[in-house]
């Protein structure tokens, strides 16, 4: 993907806009918000379900391996239950294929690729890619991603890939964000904490995976509730 090299603020202001716009008009678009876990939709999907109707898209292929794709899975939905009680929601849940070993496959020209870089680039085009396809065919109004909520993925490289997104299906579904400003990073970790939330040892895929085996732990610890987020 080509950058863009948009001004710093650019797309956080867009995004602050737009979601001012919707909740001026008073309507109640449908949001298709692809989650990745649920410390990062813990306070996001609160704030967005005050505007859209929310659809969570669990696409998440990268996460290996498959028991900790399911522990990730089962948190988000023990927790999007609890918001709907607490919040009087109706956020719905969606999961679609899980086939790590094609995700794996597609990112092989960059796996030695360092944590934050191409390879993470690919990884977050592969699943946003999925999910916009996946919002247009099911007649969403918006589609974005939980994503720029964590500190470990840069925001802008996020909303450019949604800007090229827009362009590919000449759509404008894609809702700029940078969840993680306006203290939604502490407003995350506060839900999180009172949830007492399931917190991953590693962002997902089987590369960073083993690297965190080799930085001295062991799958029993996968199990463990901590402080580290992805
Ligand atoms: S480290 Fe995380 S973002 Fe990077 S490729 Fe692996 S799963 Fe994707």
């Not at 391996?65 to 609890?82: C, G, M, N, V, W």
């Not at 690297?211 to 799958?219: M, T, V």
């Amino acid at each position: 993907m080509d950058r863009i090299n948009r001004p710093k603020l650019h797309y956080y202001n867009l995004g602050v806009a737009k979601i001012e716009e919707i909740r001026a008009s008073k309507m109640r678009p449908r949001l298709l918000l692809h989650s990745c876990c649920a410390p990062c939709n813990s306070y996001v999907m609160v704030m967005l379900s005050e505007v859209f109707d929310v659809t969570l898209l669990y696409n998440n292929s990268n996460i290996y391996p498959k028991s900790e794709y399911t522990i990730r899975f089962d948190e988000l939905k023990a927790y999007t239950e609890h918001v709907n009680e607490k919040y009087n929601c109706n956020i719905k849940i969606v999961e679609v294929n899980y086939d790590t070993i094609s995700y794996h496959k597609k990112l092989a020209q960059v796996n030695d690729d360092k944590e934050g870089g191409l390879r993470c680039q690919t990884c977050y085009e592969i699943r946003m890619d999925e999910a916009y396809g996946y919002a247009l065919e099911n007649d969403f109004d918006y589609f974005t991603t939980v994503m720029s909520i964590s500190v470990h993925k840069n925001s802008i490289i996020l909303n450019e890939i949604g800007e090229h997104l827009n362009q590919k299906y000449q759509s404008n579904l894609y809702l700029f964000s940078d969840f993680k400003k306006k203290d939604g990073l502490l407003k995350s970790k506060q839900f999180s904490d009172d949830f007492k939330m399931y917190r991953q040892q590693y962002c997902g895929c089987a590369y960073s995976y083993s690297a965190y085996l080799k930085r001295g732990n062991n799958e029993k610890s996968n199990v463990q509730k901590t402080n580290i987020t992805n």
